[in-house]
């Protein structure tokens, strides 16, 4: 097997390996879009405004320093990235469109959170979003780990921290309600 890396950089000039298909096509519109959502946090910073609002929640009980969320991010979807186009690269002939409509949901879900949170200041809102994102995750892993196991393998991490920002969403709720 190749490096993910090696993959990514080469999809649409497969010499030795599989004959050319439109997976790769596919491939690079999921990392157009997961690049897009995913980076979603950071380059909204700068679109989203950060008012005071936010420094003036409670916080529930392990929030972690903001200067953190940033760089676990960016590891995390470098992962989800590469867990897609290891699926997409190891399943191109099965066509599995339902596990990429349900990778679209789930990469919507997650580009909405940020403008749910802060822009719109729903902590409510962003709570039902977390929930959506969790379960087409959990799906995720699950149909991943059915075909092809290293991509579903990627996505625990993933999973570990949308769940605790699923508890943070509900604790900033629950603390600033009314």
Known sequence: ?????????????????????????????????????????????????????????????????????????????????VSIALYVYHTWNTKPYKIYSLIVVHSISNLMWSGIFFGLQKPGWAFLDLVILDITLVFMIYLFHHTYKPSSILLWPYLAWAAFATYLNAGFYLLNRG
Do not use: C, E, H
């Open 1 to 81: 097997m190749r490096p993910a890396l090696y993959i990514l950089g080469d999809m649409g000039k497969r010499r030795n390996a599989r004959p050319a298909s439109p997976a790769g096509s596919r491939l690079n519109g999921f990392i157009v879009m997961d690049s897009k959502s995913g980076y979603s946090p950071i380059v909204q910073q700068g679109i989203v405004p950060m008012d005071n609002w936010y420094s003036t929640l409670n916080r529930p009980p392990l929030t972690p320093p903001s200067w953190l969320f940033s760089p676990v991010w960016t590891v995390l979807y470098v992962m989800i990235i």
